[in-house]
């Protein structure tokens, strides 16, 4: 600009928070001269196109560092003052301006043009307008409790929509807009807006109190907004605004006049009700689309009753103390969305297309959580009030068993009243379950990758049996926080590369080796070895049995019961014979891993849910040995003692297994590990059945026992001189 300005005749400070164009127009006043004047005075632009287009000028929403340092010069008042006289403070947090043309962006946060006004604080002031009154979020004076005012009454016009002509000198208070009856040069309007009837609101009501939140939030407007629904941090305030904007619109274009009723008094709820049946008068500013479908979604409401409403009914949301509880406030107005047939499903709750804070959608999702569909529930892990969007989380298969840890299986399966599971193959679909949890992929491919042969049908139909089950809620719960337990921490045991290996394998253990241990522990050996080949199979993948090679795999339901029967009966000289097959197996490919792994998640985590199945180590392996009358026991029975689930028992006995072989068959695994040795003291150093026996303390039917069951032939009595004669 050009040095030597002359400052202006009479210097009038700006007031607080009053916009730049407001302050000119009042020293144009002052001074009695057109307000071009002032403008040349400031070496404003007073003739550029934005003038000619009859908007207001740029330099009302932001000013270049040419005008700030002109403007300085004339006037005194520092940069500082000035860049605050316009909506550049606001850019980003409550307004967006559109940097090229420096007009606000009306898509976006609810901009507008012009200005609502107090008519009180207007007489107050003697016509001074603070620029925040050109705010959508400006919809109540709090300083006279009264609804800011939208429209001159006299000639309808929003006020502030367009310059203050040049030629004329400005008369502060009165209404600037052309008269109605128009023409090419109209005359100005004039009516006197100090004196316009208001719509009062009480002063501490929610009404005025939403209001305040917004002036306090603006005095800062780079400042989080510290809400407990947006966490600790708080959000920025163009997210909490955005937020508002959003269920502001779903208010205005959704909620009935019995919704609204306990938010407001009657007469500010009729002027919502004139606005919503004809929002949009001809002279108004119109939004692209706005005519169809979501109209109160784009353009900011015309009305301050309406944004008034609107704005308080979202802040009943927002400022809820969590998730959950936004939720439920949340619940009638997405109720309504529903109702209105527009498609709600996670992701699309609101309009396509429209951004909000993932705290709200989560909250808005959660308000919808039972009539979500079940695998969106998961996929959205809405059961612990995510704030997530999915992923993808294919990864987590490989910390995955095909069939969920028996452990958890045992928790979390629903089960009939008859104690009956409430699906078959539970285990199966709870480890599909958990790979869904916040996860994008599809049911198809997470069934794939969990290498189970369930069908998507099966997954969505045992889904949804959870979410009717009286424990479903809980039972999802359990299965995220499982999904996020191994996606934080991890698994021992690398699952996927465990079924490559070993799905397709027909033979795990030696035949013999198996026969040989059954012939010393079992009455009655059993002369197949396939129900240890499925133990293998099954501890070392966790897929069912049912999954092994078909060599292995039980193939009618009387084998799978039979390999059932197998699991909680094995002795635990069997058992150690199977762990140790397995580890060696696992050596031979050179895997560093324990055999088999169950996570645990911290004891506070399920803390307050109520899961179908017990928790397996309510009972201890003490317990349980003592409470097994004897080598035969019903499992019914022994559930019935113990006062647990029979699907408990069977899993406990397969994990402590218990020696109730008959007493002769006792200490065998004692016997088992020395057997070798007495067979060499009496085939190759000839000792007698009693020395051997008195040199292992045990008895001598002990040691022929166990020598028959190894094969040894045995010596006619007194069949060797010098010895004692007794066998
Ligand atoms: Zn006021
Ligand atoms: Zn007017």
């Known amino acids: 600009m050009s040095a030597g300005r002359r400052s202006l ?3 009038c400070a700006p007031d607080p928070g009053e916009a730049l164009d407001s302050w000119l127009e009042f020293i144009a006043a002052r001074l009695t001269c057109p307000f071009t004047d002032v403008l040349g005075a400031l070496g404003l632009p007073n003739r550029e196109t934005a003038m000619s287009a009859l908007v207001l000028p740029a330099w009302t929403i932001r000013l270049t560092r040419d005008e700030l340092a002109s403007i300085t010069e004339v006037t005194g008042v520092a940069a500082g003052v000035l860049a605050a006289m316009t909506l550049q403070p606001f850019d980003g947090h409550a307004v967006d301006i559109l940097p090229r043309h420096r007009r606000v962006n009306r898509r976006v946060l609810w901009g507008r043009a012009g200005s609502r006004f107090c008519p009180l604080c207007l007489a107050d002031t003697g016509g001074r307008w603070p620029v925040t009154w050109r705010l959508s979020w ?108 959003t269920l502001g619109a779903l208010v205005l274009n959704h909620a009935t006049p019995d919704d609204l009723r306990p938010l407001a008094p009657p007469d500010v709820l009729e002027r919502l009700e004139r606005y919503r049946a004809d929002p949009l008068p001809a002279s108004s500013p119109r939004a692209p689309d706005a005519r169809h479908g979501d109209l109160h979604s784009y353009a900011a ?28 406030a949340a619940q009638w107005l997405t109720d309504r969305v529903a109702a209105s047939g527009k498609p709600l499903y996670p992701g699309n709750v609101v309009a396509p297309g429209v951004a909000i804070s993932p705290a709200l959608e989560a909250a808005l999702r959660c308000s919808r959580e039972t009539m979500l569909m079940p695998v969106a529930r998961l996929r959205h892990r809405t059961d612990v009030d995510s704030t997530r969007p999915p ?15 028996p452990e958890w299986t045992l928790r979390l399966t629903p089960r009939h009243a008859s104690g009956r599971p409430a699906a078959q193959h539970a285990d199966e679909l709870l480890a599909v379950a958990c790979l869904l949890a916040g996860n994008t992929t599809p049911i ?25 089950h009286p424990n479903g809620a809980d039972v999802l719960r359990a299965v995220i926080l499982l999904a996020d337990h191994l996606d934080t921490h991890g698994a021992p045991i690398d699952y996927t590369r465990r079924r490559a290996l070993f799905t397709t394998r027909p033979q795990f253990m030696d035949a013999q080796a198996w026969l040989e241990l059954q012939r010393r522990l079992r009455s009655n050996p059993s002369p197949n070895p396939v129900h240890a080949e499925r133990w293998l199979f099954h501890t070392l993948t966790g897929s069912p049995a049912h ?71 309510s009972i201890s392996p003490e317990r349980l040995h003592q409470a097994v009358p004897g080598s035969d026991f019903s499992i019914a029975q022994l559930a019935r003692t113990l006062e647990t689930t029979t699907a408990h028992v069977v899993h406990l006995l397969s994990e402590h297994p218990l020696d109730w072989s008959p007493p002769r068959f006792r200490r065998t695994q004692h016997t088992a590990t020395r057997a070798a040795q007495w067979r060499q003291w009496y085939e190759r150093d000839h000792l007698s059945l009693q020395a051997i026996a008195d040199l292992e303390e045990t008895t001598l039917a002990t040691i022929r026992l166990a020598l028959l069951k190894n094969g040894t032939q045995l010596r006619p009595a007194g069949s060797r001189p010098g010895r004692p004669r007794r066998k």
């Open 9 to 11: 005749p009479i210097r």
């Open 138 to 245: 400006s919809f109540a004076c709090t300083r006279h409790h009264v609804l800011l005012v939208d429209r001159c009454p006299a000639c309808h016009r929003v006020p502030r929509l367009r310059s203050h002509p040049r030629r004329e000198t400005p008369r502060p208070g009165r209404c600037s807009s052309a008269a109605p009856d128009g023409g090419p040069r109209p005359s100005r309007c004039h009516h006197p807006l100090t004196g316009v009837p208001v719509t009062a609101i009480a002063a501490d009501g929610v009404l005025a109190e939403a209001q305040r939140l917004i002036d306090t939030a603006l005095t800062a407007p780079g400042r989080p907004a510290r809400w407990p629904l947006y966490g600790p941090d708080g959000a920025p305030l163009n997210v909490v605004l955005r937020d508002t904007k």
């Open 301 to 328: 409401p015309g009305d301050a009753a309406a944004t008034a409403v609107a704005v308080t009914a979202a802040f009943r949301i927002l400022r809820a103390a969590n998730i959950r509880s936004a939720a439920r």
């Open 391 to 405: 992923a993808d989380h294919n990864a987590r298969a490989r910390l995955l068993p095909a069939g969920l840890w």
């Open 444 to 468: 198809r491919a997470a069934v794939r990758l969990t290498g189970t042969t369930v069908s998507s049908h099966n997954v969505s139909t045992f889904l949804a049996t959870l979410t009717r």
């Open 547 to 617: 999954l092994a090679h078909p060599g292995i795999a039980p193939a009618s339901p009387a084998q799978r019961q039979h390999y059932q029967r197998f699991r909680w009966r094995i002795l635990p000289a069997e058992a150690d014979l199977l762990r140790h097959t397995a580890r060696r197996l696992l050596d031979e490919h050179g895997i560093d891993e324990p055999v088999q792994w169950t996570p645990q998640l911290p004891g506070h985590a399920l803390h307050g849910l109520q899961l179908p199945g017990p928790h397996p180590h």
